[in-house]
């Protein structure tokens, strides 16, 4: 079975500019989860999306905004960017939503973010 | 203050030792305990989950919730250089998971 695949795995862009990041979930998985690891600060929760529903945000600007797809794949989109985007953007799936017994979120390998 | 305080180490051990990982959290609504482990260039594998106070043992990692205490542990017996790795703790409502800053495990020779 084919895990959270992200592309790309690397990107580089300029500060202003806008940055498309894709997740295709595992089979079957309806739920995406979208985090941002920056040095130090660990996983920070950014987006939730279930059934193509933003569900949840983390505390981040609007200009950080996704959707799901009617086949649950999910787009980031981070406009303007800045310097401190720079950072490591994780995918991860699940079955279900967290808290429903099938929840586990897979992760995806991440796509590399550098803003210069 | 941070939700989940996790001491960023790194922490080094000989092969064969017991590890012991630790977090802290203040939020009393987080109803669900998780570790994951991390490769340098690789995204989170789930180690360990559980929902309730105690201790779950799964092969050679046990974890242990205390949620009185706010506090969570993973220990590692018999320690091998493979294990090396960042480990990150992870406590969810039923709407996020909020993680620690991850703890960098080496295991030497």
């Known amino acids: 079975e084919a895990g959270v695949t992200q592309s790309p795995t690397h990107l580089i862009k300029t500060r202003g500019q806008q940055a498309t990041l894709r997740c295709s979930p595992i089979?079957?998985?309806?739920?995406v989860y979208w985090y941002q690891q920056a040095l130090g600060l660990g996983l920070q929760f950014l987006l939730w999306?279930?059934?193509?529903?933003?569900?949840n945000r983390g505390n981040f600007p609007p200009r950080f905004s996704g959707r799901q797809f009617p086949n649950y794949s999910s787009e980031l989109n981070v406009n303007a960017l800045e310097l401190e985007d720079s950072a490591l953007y994780l995918c991860?799936?699940?079955?279900?939503?967290?808290?429903?017994?099938?929840?586990?979120?897979?992760f995806g390998p991440g796509t590399r973010l550098t803003v210069l | 203050q941070k939700e989940v305080e996790q001491d960023p180490g790194p922490l080094s051990v000989p092969e064969g030792a017991i590890v012991s990982l630790n977090c802290t959290y203040s939020?009393?609504?987080?109803?669900?305990f998780m570790w994951y482990r991390q490769y340098s260039r690789k995204g989170p594998e789930l180690l360990m989950y559980?929902?309730?106070?105690g201790n779950k043992e799964d092969g050679r990692f046990t974890a242990q919730v205390d949620k009185s205490s706010k506090y969570i542990s993973l220990f590692i017996r018999d320690s091998q250089p493979s294990d090396s790795a960042t480990y990150l703790c992870?406590?969810?409502?039923?709407?996020?998971?909020?993680f620690g800053t991850g703890t960098r495990l080496q295991v030497t020779l």
């Open positions: 991860a799936s699940s079955l279900a939503p967290t808290g429903s017994g099938t929840d586990t979120q897979y």
């Open positions: 089979s079957g998985h309806t739920s």
């Open positions: 999306y279930d059934e193509g529903e933003e569900r």
């Open positions: 939020n009393s609504a987080f109803q669900y």
């Open positions: 559980t929902y309730s106070s």
């Open positions: 992870a406590m969810g409502t039923a709407s996020k998971l909020t």
